[in-house]
């Protein structure tokens, strides 16, 4: 693939923000990538330009009927000053795994790939350097074609956006207070839970607002039919510790095929823990807890790695989750993903490629 390259000229690139004061999703960097899609012609016009607002006619599909799907991973700079990106073609193949489900156009995986990597290397200063920091990649589809009608679009745009990210656990991990909704679902069966695709998000924030204001920091998602079986915790997935068995919802299609999730399965096998996956309910996770076979209880995801959860909060009753603090398997899970990341433990799994 050709990439047509215009850099942003030296005098107007923008000054990169303390690395103290980053958060997650405020900066963007100087450039992006961007690739059009025609029925007719099929994906062209691969371009790297300075980041900007782009035109959108007001009848843009993706702005009515939702075709619209994200990616996100990220890189990090390692004290070696490489910069490793973490198994990304995983994110390819379900950012393409997306695509289909939502009725939209496959890409080259490695020509995304290579792109990823070109827009990295222009904006290679944007990785940030401090301990836990790191660049988020967001690669998104867009339906473009402008009609009115439920039909699936011919016209498509793909674009990818960098942004430097705060470490997570600033002060340490802090295990999270989650309130378990009966009342909203993320996701039924047979919907489009294992995509990330835009509506699944909005969908899910009139819980989260609400277990907000209650105090709690995410909402634990129940199956869409019985409100028994766990699914997710927000925009993470989840794993419990009976006695040593490591147990994870199945995927089931509602489900996201998170790649934390996969790496922690992965790497659980090979430290010796029994480990499964299968429909898990609310009522047994609950009974296990106040029975204390309930060891540990984690969310996982790119953005904190490893989240651990203190307490569950179930029709009115809070059931404490290793007296609140973070257990010993999750604090190793986070330091050996992260030390995969950082270059700082040896890629024995192939997951790593340095940019
Ligand atoms: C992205 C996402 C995850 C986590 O996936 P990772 O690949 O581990 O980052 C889990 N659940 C939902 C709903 C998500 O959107």
Known sequence: MHIEIELLPESERKDLPPSSNLSFGKHRSDHMFLMDYKAETGWHNARIVPYAAFFLDPASACLHYGQAIFEGLKAYRGKDDQIRLFRAGENMDRLNHSAWRMCMPQVDKDELLQAIKALIRIDRRWVPEATGTSLYVRPFMIATEAFLG??????????????????????????????????????????????????????????????????????????????????????????????????????????????????????????????????????????????????????????????????????????????????????????????????????????????
Not at 194 to 222: C, D, I, P, R
Not at 252 to 261: A, V
Not at 309 to 335: H, S
Request: hydrophobic content about 40%; aromatic content about 10%; some cysteine.
């Open 150 to 355: 439920v039909r699936p679009a011919r016209e498509y745009l793909l674009s990818v956006i960098l942004s430097p990210v705060g470490a997570y656990y600033a002060e340490g991990f802090n295990p999270v207070k989650i309130f378990v909704t009966d009342q909203y679902v993320r996701a039924v069966s047979g919907g489009v839970g294992e995509a990330k695709t835009a509506g699944n998000y909005a969908a899910s924030l009139m819980a989260s607002e609400k277990a907000h204001e209650l105090g709690f920091t995410q909402v634990l998602w129940l199956d869409a039919a019985k409100r028994h079986y766990i699914e997710e915790v927000g925009t993470m997935n989840i794993f419990f510790l009976l006695e040593d068995t490591l147990v994870t919802p199945e995927l089931n299609g509602s489900i996201l095929p998170g790649i934390t999730r996969d790496s922690v399965l992965c790497l659980a096998r090979d430290w010796g823990l029994k480990v499964e996956e299968r429909p898990i309910s609310i009522n047994e996770v609950l009974d296990k807890a106040k029975d204390k076979v309930l060891k540990e209880c984690f969310g996982t995801g790119t953005a904190a790695v490893i989240s651990p959860v203190g307490a569950l909060y179930y029709k009115g009753e809070n059931y404490p989750i290793n007296g609140g603090k973070t257990g010993n398997l999750a604090q190793r899970l986070f330091d050996e993903i992260t030390g995969l990341q950082y270059g700082k433990t040896e890629d024995a799994y192939g997951w790593i490629d340095i940019i």
